[in-house]
């Protein structure tokens, strides 16, 4: 039969309707996408993340940083703390030798800075990744209990926030780390997470109080969802954004600060390839042999530019305010 033909259609009243064939076809295909489920938040936000030119420049950044920290000898097969008699730090780099010992010359024990800035972002990453994972899940902990449950829960909790909230970061740092004789990477972590983690509370706090108030956590208590499903379930998916984007930027922070610690002496031991410490070493020659400071802080700078890159490119994302 031809596609145009019409075919008779009955009615209820039993009156014949001509109807083109392919209507029905065409009803089902113009159906179809109406069907689709709507993306996720988190899809929504990964589909505007990868069109930003900010959270690609970041990602690439911190992904070759990471790879760095992870796998260093394939970037040097220097060893970072052996020194070189024959070299003298006030040699100017050379340059011209790429990924080589002498790239971006020695320092004052004739050891090689490009090895040390390869070796030292592992200290660093390891710092920053391990220091935001605690006072996140800490934090966090912390908020969701003190909003959600309000009343003596939520000011006992916020007065102890309070009061780690006002030792001053750096300083408390150091006089915790200065009770330790032997400071490795997980001592400097400790004492990190041990007074960052205010922050992340008060943001879930803030975020949950908002959240428990809506719709569907109201409708979830009326079916008679205990407090645990309520909390991880729908609470903490709806809240979790703000605290992403705090816990991201915090990260770059946590990284100045073990490098801080390690300047003043009160961070990681001698034996540690650290930024830090390569920054300590170079302010005593930094008018004769400023390529000393130049390299290890340059690399700093630039991973935590990367980081706070990300956060925001995050923030603007989560938030559809900002779009």
């Known amino acids: 039969m031809p596609e ?23 009803t089902a295909a113009e159906a179809g996408p109406a069907q689709d489920k709507p993306r996720s938040l ?18 690439v950044l911190i992904a070759f940083l990471l790879v760095m920290a992870a796998f260093p000898s ?22 011209g030798h790429f990924f080589q010992a002498d790239w971006f010359g020695y320092d004052n024990q004739g050891r ?35 909003g959600y449950f309000g009343g003596v829960w939520d000011t006992l909790l916020s007065r102890i926030t309070d009061v780690f909230f006002g030792i001053p970061f750096i300083l408390g740092a150091m006089v915790v780390l200065n009770a330790f004789t032997e400071r490795t990477v997980w001592t400097v972590i400790g004492a990190l997470a041990f007074l960052g983690w205010t922050t992340i509370a008060r943001v879930m706090r803030g975020a949950v109080v908002t959240a428990k108030h809506a719709d569907y956590v109201v409708a979830a208590r009326a079916l008679g969802a205990g407090t645990g499903r309520i909390l991880f379930k729908h609470i903490l998916p709806n809240a979790i954004a703000p605290v992403i984007v705090v816990a991201t930027i915090q990260l770059g922070v946590y990284i100045v600060a073990e490098s801080t610690l390690s300047f003043l002496g009160l961070g990681l031991g001698t034996n540690e390839v650290s930024w830090g410490g390569d920054i300590d070493t170079a302010t005593d020659h930094i008018r004769n042999a400023p390529h000393l400071l130049f ?23 989560l938030d559809p305010k900002l779009r």
């Open 295 to 317: 390299f290890p802080a340059g690399m700093l700078s630039l991973t935590v530019l990367a980081f706070i890159m990300l956060g925001d490119a995050v923030r603007e994302a």
């Open 42 to 59: 988190a899809a929504d936000a990964w589909a505007d993340l990868v069109r930003r030119p900010l959270f690609v420049i970041s990602a």
């Open 112 to 146: 090689s800075i490009y090895a040390r800035v390869v070796y030292g972002a592992r200290v660093s990453i390891m710092v920053g990744v391990g220091v935001t994972l605690l006072v996140t899940v800490f934090g966090g902990l912390i908020g969701m209990l003190a």
């Open 4 to 26: 145009n033909t019409v075919k008779p259609q009955k009615t209820g009243s039993g009156t014949a309707v001509e109807e083109p064939a392919g209507a029905v076809g065409a």
């Open 74 to 95: 394939l970037f040097s097969s220097t060893d970072p703390t052996a020194g070189d008699l024959s070299a003298h730090f006030l040699d100017k780099p050379n340059l």
